[in-house]
């Protein structure tokens, strides 16, 4: 009798911790958001607005965009797709112009030697943490 009243107390344990685990949105925005701050807070501020001239230590010669408006600027929706893309490989430039935006798939598999689907799950969180930035 003590032995089922353990096993079925260890197995509402383990229910109970597992529902207080965060949801997977809500993990990916904490970590999107911890690589914001680590990665394009120095380009895009803080909060996200941009505008602030780059670090001398840029080659950058622009402002970096406001990323809170990019709901507002793709027609009230947020363009997941877009984001991930740019993040991944970079902003499309004309033929000669160096691209502004750093391609963070690359360098997130040069220098922290993350295989493609960590990239993949980075890429995301940020995605997600930008999307929870948004302006309303």
């Keep these: 009798m003590l032995c089922t009243l353990a096993v079925f107390a260890g197995f509402f344990f383990a229910l109970h911790n597992r529902s207080k685990k965060p949801p997977a949105k809500e993990t990916a925005v904490t970590e999107g958001a911890r690589l914001y701050k680590q990665n394009c807070a120095v380009c895009h501020g803080n909060d996200g607005t941009g505008g602030a001239p780059p670090p001398s230590s840029s080659r950058f010669t622009t402002p970096a965009p406001d990323l809170t408006t990019l709901s507002k600027r793709h027609g009230g929706k947020f363009p997941t797709e877009y984001v991930g893309e740019v993040l991944r490989s970079g902003v499309k430039m004309p033929a000669h112009h160096l691209a502004e935006m750093p391609v963070w798939g690359t360098i997130f ?7 493609d689907a960590q990239v993949t799950e980075r890429i995301a969180d940020i995605t997600a943490y930008l999307e929870s930035i948004q302006a309303k």
């Design 109 to 115: 598999k040069a220098t922290t030697k993350a295989d």
